[in-house]
């Protein structure tokens, strides 16, 4: 039993190709915001204010496993949430929300970087006035790695312009390399 042939009406293919001129924009200013903060990592940023709230729950949340694990919670929890991010994005197959969220690694690990340099010197301003502990100060002094303060927070820094090269490397390859299509 045949009847007649069926027609289909296509359905049409919407590509949004203008979209990763808009990414590859994205990224280039991202990473040109990027090698702003690379050049001055010690200046205060739009992102820092939140980075301080991680940074500052980072103490709460790890204080249970101990005090060394709690001091080192700070910086720790503010790496680790933009990096959780950056994971969750690429995990999902959104690669390049995974570069763009590396971004924000690169920002903290810069930020990082700063306090790790200033143990010795202790010249920061910290949130809790003159009587707060300065975590790196306290960490590096505990493990006997105060004198090697200024090379740690260079490592450090070293690791944020990796991720900073991923974020602008990745940004420009996914700008190009995805498309996005509605069907």
């Not at 249970?64 to 694990?69: C, Q």
């Not at 933009?82 to 690694?105: D, E, K, Y």
Request: charged share 15%; glycine share 10%; hydrophobic share 50%.
């Amino acid at each position: 039993m045949t009847g007649p042939p069926r027609t289909t009406t296509p359905v049409p293919r919407l590509s949004l190709r203008r979209l990763h001129y808009g990414r590859l924009a994205l990224t280039i200013l991202v990473g040109l915001y990027g090698l702003v903060c690379a050049s001055n990592p010690g200046a205060y940023r739009f992102l820092d204010s939140v980075d301080l709230v991680f940074h500052e729950a980072g103490h709460m949340i790890f204080w249970v496993f101990g005090e060394f694990i709690g001091i080192l919670g700070g910086s720790l929890m503010q790496v680790l949430v933009p990096l959780i991010c950056t994971v969750h994005f690429f995990w999902n197959g959104l690669r390049w929300a995974a570069t763009f969220t590396s971004f924000w690694v690169a920002q903290n690990l810069f930020n990082v970087s700063v306090y790790i340099k200033d143990a010795r010197a202790r010249a920061l301003p910290l949130l809790g006035g003159e009587d707060t502990v300065h975590d790196w100060h306290w960490l590096l002094n505990k493990m006997h790695l105060l004198v090697w303060d200024q090379t740690i927070g260079n490592l450090v820094y070293a690791l944020g312009c990796i991720a900073l090269l991923v974020c602008i490397a990745g940004g420009v390859y996914y700008s190009l390399k995805e498309t996005l299509t509605i069907d």
